[in-house]
């Protein structure tokens, strides 16, 4: 399995708050990405990074900031959360060259109420 | 626009019969990667295979095979006598060369084996 640990696994917090995920590889790998995965949508990308501090915007990345200060630590931050950030938040890597497969985390279950 | 259809929502099948779930894709490159992934009921998401665009040669792996068809945007995945661990979710992926090496995911087909 690739080193991929997301934390917390399961979170349920109140709308307006402030919210942080963190990814960590052991991979070395340089590509991180953050995807939701909500029903009738697969996964869709929020934001991804390819190399430290270089971080750009995916496909739903209103609402979302990232971070990523070290190769093995990419945070996704909620700065006020809404009940249309709940969702199933996974983190995945990928090596240096594009279009390489990506290997996922376990996910982050992620309730706003 | 880059886009991927997986029109089967739900497909139930009786243990040891093959099954086929459907992905068409959309993309103005010309050189793209097609991808296939399995979320089982644990969740994770685990990567089955990866085909470029130039490579239209069909792929087996134990039951697994896959159909990559340029001809009609189409890389089809087929179970050959199915069990009951194959039950699961199943996503097909895009990711294109000149693009920002982000996937673009299908909706999933949600297969379930019946014993």
């Known amino acids: 399995d690739a080193g991929i640990t997301q934390s917390p696994r399961h979170k349920v917090t109140e709308t307006g708050t402030p919210v942080t995920l963190r990814c960590h590889q052991t991979e070395n790998h340089r590509y991180m990405y953050w995807y939701r995965q909500d029903p009738g949508h697969g996964l869709r990308l929020i934001h991804y990074?390819?190399?430290?501090?270089?971080?750009d915007k995916g496909e739903v990345s209103d609402g979302y900031s990232v971070s990523r200060s070290k190769t093995e630590d990419f945070l996704l931050t909620l700065e006020s959360a809404t009940s249309s950030q709940t969702s199933v938040y996974f983190c995945?890597?990928?090596?240096?060259?594009?279009?390489?497969?990506?290997?996922f985390g376990d996910g982050t279950r992620l309730s706003i109420l | 626009a880059q886009k991927v259809t997986q029109a089967q929502t739900e497909i139930s099948v009786v243990e040891k019969e093959d099954v086929t779930l459907d992905c068409v894709y959309e993309t103005r490159d010309t050189t793209y990667y097609l991808f296939w992934y399995k979320q089982p009921p644990s969740g994770e998401l685990v990567f089955l295979i990866r085909r470029n665009s130039f490579d239209e040669q069909n792929e087996i792996s134990g039951r697994y095979s896959w159909n990559f068809q340029k001809s009609t945007s189409s890389f089809n995945f087929t179970i050959t006598a199915s069990q009951v661990v194959d039950s699961a979710v199943y996503f097909c992926a895009l990711s294109e060369r000149n693009g920002a090496n982000n996937l673009f995911f299908g909706t999933g087909t949600r297969l379930t084996v019946i014993p």
């Open positions: 995945a890597i990928s090596e240096g060259q594009k279009n390489q497969p990506q290997h």
């Open positions: 990074s390819y190399g430290v501090k270089d971080t």
